[in-house]
């Protein structure tokens, strides 16, 4: 019988629908477990599905699960041989399957070329499983109501005869009751997870679990064995990120809700193992992919905006992600006096830039590096990175004085919209980034230079006010000392304010309400740019600083509505267009994390003092 779909809830960490099947209503629930303060656990690659079931009409009916993966989870080119093979080890039944010639280290269409999906269940008397072609197995399935234990051993390519690894379960006679949930777990596992770039050549990094566990077979019982346990735990940061998340509104509860997992789904947290071959836990560096834009590995201005959901769940977590950065750069590989773009071109090679040819964005990285080791620091202090890597902090602070102010022709984080001299946006990031150093060097304990770095921070205030303002009072140019009124600028470093605890004003421009379109504020205007487009983590930044509650909603209520419009299928996508909500090509990324920047607990509320009139006035803020 057909199951239609009767509802459907997220929260951060699951997804359950519930299904109607004539008289029985199904109950699927997928769990995507966010453990970030157990590395063990959150560095394991699996998943939950658990379904359960209960009768509608009071009379007791016979049920049968069934559900299967193909052997697309193991490539990009479904004309490539996959081979796969069905164990029963202990209480588990787990099909694994994986391409016949892996690809190591490599990716096609975002998707890796060597490793092993897992599909597995527990081996109960009322479990059966079967491989091979998707016609057959199903058709076996809705014949019989279960599998014949057997497996298809014609290893062919992945699109011929679409091979599929099936598990059923029979429920048995189901009451009014709900059933016990019957649990799947599926993931992927690669060994070694990445490559990453280290003086003499490269090194070999594991996931974290590994340390505990020698077998995928061992982790896999652990990770059933546990699903009580990890729903509860589930269950308990689902509730504490709705309440906090609902002090601001129902539709930001919504977007947080929405962008956690997403956010924490791109991070891997791996290990080195010491020259004995034992794993070395103190070596941990944590990588994320910049998915479905470019593929890069810990793109510093797409590690920048997720910051946020770092700082939420552990803020641990984002000094492992700026390790990886700061060590190679200090190693002295990479060549320029300015930050780093990523770690490497293509996830998971993390093989650094040694020819300084990444895609350059000197303003924008320098200042967003400061940025983050001042706010990890201020948030936990642990001082730990500012003391290890004072001169290179240092270093891109003496390259944001000389070039911050009158920033030269270069990209910034919109990398889309090309190069650009003296953007408005980029001075304010290097001003920023030269007052997070002025209070680096604060905690310590030098004041003399902590002093003169607030100094020049203040004067480059100063001339950023009078240069960045157009001639009418009523909005921020595009390009500083460039005043034409059809270009307007939204300032995007806003995002680095509700990080910091700077004590320094900085002058911003609302762009009037009345200009907003159907989904949102414009991204920005600028000759030979579509003006209609837009990114919802900016929105969420600036409903996080704006101090009246209608415009903060306002955004918020933007960003929700983009995403409920049902206009796509694709993960939540991070750049639409703002008239009718149609996604523009990034989708799945981290940057969404930055939504949760309301919820970062140390978010001061902004003080503001008009000076300027009417729906364009700008405010000074203040962060105290």
Not at 566 to 584: A, I, K, R, V
């Amino acid at each position: 019988m057909k199951a239609t779909q009767k509802s459907f809830q997220f929260t951060a960490t699951q997804s359950i629908f519930i299904l109607s099947a004539g008289p029985v209503d199904v109950t699927v629930t997928f769990l995507s477990p966010v453990e970030a303060t157990d590395l063990v656990k959150q560095s394991t690659p699996f998943a939950y599905m658990a379904v359960s079931a209960a009768s509608t009409d009071g009379i007791a009916h016979s049920v049968q699960v069934y559900s299967d993966i193909s052997a697309e989870w193991v490539s990009g080119d479904n004309s490539l041989v996959a081979n796969w093979s069905t164990s029963l080890s202990g209480s588990v039944i787990t099909h694994q399957v994986q391409l016949q010639s892996p690809s190591v280290f490599s990716e096609i269409n975002d998707h890796t070329q060597y490793g092993s999906a897992f599909y597995s269940t527990l081996n109960t008397i009322n479990a059966t499983y079967q491989s091979g072609a998707d016609v057959t197995v199903r058709a076996q399935f809705i014949n019989n109501g279960q599998l014949p234990n057997t497996q298809d051993t014609a290893f062919r390519a992945i699109q011929d005869n679409w091979p599929v690894f099936g598990l059923a379960h029979n429920l048995g006679s189901v009451s009014t009751g709900a059933t016990s949930p019957v649990v799947f777990s599926v993931g992927h596992v690669r060994d070694p997870a990445i490559e990453y770039v280290v003086p003499g050549g490269t090194q070999d990094r594991s996931l974290y679990f590994w340390s505990q566990f020698s077998t995928v077979s061992a982790l896999i019982s652990s990770f059933l064995g546990d699903y009580s346990a990890a729903l509860s735990r589930a269950m308990s940061l689902d509730s504490k990120v709705n309440g906090d998340a609902s002090k601001i509104s129902a539709d930001y509860a919504a977007v947080v809700a929405l962008s956690i997992r997403q956010a924490i789904g791109a991070t891997e947290i791996t290990i080195s193992k010491n020259t004995n071959g034992s794993w070395n836990t103190s070596d941990i560096i944590m990588f994320l992919k910049e998915i479905s834009s470019d593929g890069n590995m810990n793109t510093v201005d797409v590690i920048f905006p997720a910051w946020p959901v770092l700082l939420y769940l552990n803020p641990v977590l984002g000094k492992y992600l700026l390790e990886g950065l700061f060590r190679y750069q200090a190693s002295g590989l990479y060549p320029n006096k300015w930050s780093v773009h990523d770690l490497g071109s293509s996830y998971p090679k993390a093989l650094g830039h040694n020819d300084g040819n990444d895609e350059a964005m000197p303003v924008e990285e320098s200042g967003n590096m400061l940025i983050m080791a001042l706010s990890y620091a201020q948030k936990t202090g642990d001082n730990s990175h500012l003391t290890r890597y004072t001169t290179l902090l240092d270093q891109w602070t003496q390259f944001l004085i000389t070039d911050s102010l009158i920033p030269a022709n270069q990209l910034s984080t919109d990398d889309f919209a090309g190069h650009l001299a003296n953007q408005t946006n980029l001075a304010v990031k290097g001003i920023i980034g030269i007052k997070a150093m002025s209070q680096i060097y604060s905690i310590l304990g030098n004041t003399a230079q902590s002093s003169n770095y607030s100094s020049i921070a203040a004067d480059y205030v100063t001339k950023w006010q009078t240069l960045a303002i157009s001639s009418t009072g009523q909005h921020l140019t595009l390009s500083l000392g460039f005043d034409l009124q059809s270009l307007w600028r939204q300032t995007v470093e806003i995002e680095s304010l509700p990080y910091l605890n700077l004590l320094f004003a900085l002058v911003e421009s609302a762009q009037p309400l009345s200009s907003l379109h159907l989904m949102s504020l414009l991204l920005k205007k600028r000759h030979g740019i579509r003006p209609l487009r837009t990114h919802p983590d900016w929105q969420i930044w600036t409903a996080a600083i704006v101090t009246d509650t209608t415009a903060r909603d306002l955004f918020i209520g933007s960003v929700k509505k983009y995403a409920a419009d049902g206009l796509s299928s694709q993960p939540f996508g991070d750049w639409y267009e703002t008239t009718n909500g149609q996604p523009e090509g990034f989708r799945a990324r981290p940057v969404v994390g930055g939504h949760l920047v309301r919820d970062v607990s140390y978010f001061q509320p902004l003080t503001k003092t008009s000076i300027g009139h009417g729906s364009g006035a700008h405010y000074v803020r203040e962060l105290t």
